[in-house]
């Protein structure tokens, strides 16, 4: 059944996949975004480019902070379902820039779950973290898990936000709403500033990669259409009347050393990897590594791109973008 689904964070990198991905099952859409300067607001654009062709998309640029604008965006549209992409991301900017980072993923979440609520929208489905998770001892990472040790203050307003959207479901008895932990996304249009777009840009041009520690951290990779696919299932599991808030955590399940990404990288570019060693990071994590048993058997996930296979594809789209010019990432 086609569906009326408002996206912020639209034009981002998952945010824009999420919305092909909605058009394409024949969903009515309505994307917010900002366009702020994080990163070159002209790749968010081009992100959107093919669903700005669709009549059935269309583009609010807005900030979640903005009541009023955010109000405004939802009434053109009257939406079954948000989907809230929108977060100022980063581990280590957010070291940098706490309140603001507070103030856009907690207040902006606050004044989106307000909105909807207040026009009796009944369903919602909330991007997290895994970095909520901290340096968990436990692994694989369990929804179940505490999470109240966060290592960073994007971390810290990630589980904010979580908590914001169990406040919500507890006040509004016909709200729904499901948050997804998201591990280490990856894919085309990945933003220029994480480690394996900004990796490739490197070892491309023969600079030499930046490696915090001794390359054993590992992470959780997850291709993107696997994430979208997670979020589909999301969708569909906030028509269930029994949902209040419900968390799941949406990775490939599998991990991978950053020398062993490097490793892949370099054989997707057929070029060796020049290594500037230096010392770990504040508000690094040391692994990452999902449970996602829960998503398996109630969101109908299934994880079907493994790095080995990502990681070509992601250079595949690296190289058909950059032999066209920065400004044509999309």
């Given at each position: 059944?086609?569906?009326?689904?408002?996206?912020?964070?639209?034009?981002?990198?998952?945010?824009?996949?999420?919305?092909?991905?909605?058009?394409?099952?024949?969903?009515?859409?309505?994307?917010?975004?900002?366009?702020?300067?994080?990163?070159?607001?002209?790749?968010?654009?081009?992100?959107?480019?093919?669903?700005?062709?669709?009549?059935?998309?269309?583009?609010?640029?807005?900030?979640?902070?903005?009541?009023?604008?955010?109000?405004?965006?939802?009434?053109?549209?009257?939406?079954?379902?948000?989907?809230?992409?929108?977060?100022?991301?980063?581990?280590?900017?957010?070291?940098?820039?706490?309140?603001?980072?507070?103030?856009?993923?907690?207040?902006?979440?606050?004044?989106?779950?307000?909105?909807?609520?207040?026009?009796?929208?009944?369903?919602?489905?909330?991007?997290?973290?895994?970095?909520?998770?901290?340096?968990?001892?436990?692994?694989?990472?369990?929804?179940?898990?505490?999470?109240?040790?966060?290592?960073?203050?994007?971390?810290?307003?990630?589980?904010?936000?979580?908590?914001?959207?169990?406040?919500?479901?507890?006040?509004?008895?016909?709200?729904?709403?499901?948050?997804?932990?998201?591990?280490?996304?990856?894919?085309?249009?990945?933003?220029?500033?994480?480690?394996?777009?900004?990796?490739?840009?490197?070892?491309?041009?023969?600079?030499?990669?930046?490696?915090?520690?001794?390359?054993?951290?590992?992470?959780?990779?997850?291709?993107?259409?696997?994430?979208?696919?997670?979020?589909?299932?999301?969708?569909?599991?906030?028509?269930?009347?029994?949902?209040?808030?419900?968390?799941?955590?949406?990775?490939?399940?599998?991990?991978?050393?950053?020398?062993?990404?490097?490793?892949?990288?370099?054989?997707a570019l057929g070029?060796?990897?020049?290594?500037?060693?230096?010392?770990?990071?504040?508000?690094?994590?040391?692994?990452?590594?999902?449970?996602?048993?829960?998503?398996?058997?109630?969101?109908?996930?299934?994880?079907?791109?493994?790095?080995?296979?990502?990681?070509?594809?992601?250079v595949a789209w690296?190289?058909?973008?950059?032999?066209?010019?920065?400004?044509?990432?999309?």
């Open positions: 059944m086609a569906e009326r689904v408002l996206v912020t964070g639209a034009a981002g990198f998952i945010g824009s996949h999420l919305v092909d991905a909605l058009l394409a099952r024949g969903d009515r859409v309505l994307g917010v975004d900002n366009f702020d300067d994080f990163y070159d607001p002209a790749i968010k654009r081009a992100n959107i480019a093919a669903a700005r062709c669709s009549s059935a998309f269309t583009m609010a640029e807005a900030d979640v902070r903005d009541p009023a604008a955010l109000g405004a965006a939802m009434d053109t549209i009257e939406p079954d379902v948000v989907v809230h992409m929108a977060a100022r991301a980063g581990v280590r900017p957010s070291i940098a820039a706490p309140a603001l980072y507070a103030d856009v993923n907690v207040r902006g979440t606050a004044a989106l779950l307000d909105a909807a609520r207040a026009r009796g929208i009944s369903r919602a489905v909330v991007a997290s973290s895994s970095s909520v998770y901290g340096n968990a001892s436990r692994v694989p990472f369990s929804e179940d898990d505490a999470a109240i040790s966060p290592v960073s203050p994007y971390a810290a307003t990630k589980r904010a936000a979580e908590l914001l959207c169990e406040t919500f479901a507890g006040l509004e008895p016909r709200l729904r709403i499901v948050s997804l932990r998201f591990f280490t996304v990856y894919g085309p249009r990945q933003r220029p500033d994480l480690a394996i777009h900004k990796f490739a840009a490197l070892i491309s041009s023969g600079r030499p990669i930046p490696v915090y520690g001794d390359g054993s951290s590992s992470r959780d990779y997850t291709y993107v259409t696997d994430t979208v696919q997670g979020v589909l299932g999301a969708i569909e599991r906030t028509r269930d009347p029994e949902v209040r808030h419900e968390v799941y955590n949406l990775g490939e399940s599998q991990t991978t050393t950053l020398s062993e990404l490097i490793a892949l990288l370099e054989d070029r060796k990897a020049m290594i500037d060693r230096l010392p770990p990071q504040a508000g690094d994590v040391s692994c990452t590594f999902a449970d996602i048993s829960r998503a398996r058997d109630t969101l109908g996930y299934a994880p079907a791109v493994p790095i080995r296979d990502g990681i070509p594809r992601f690296f190289r058909d973008t950059a032999g066209r010019g920065a400004a044509a990432l999309r």
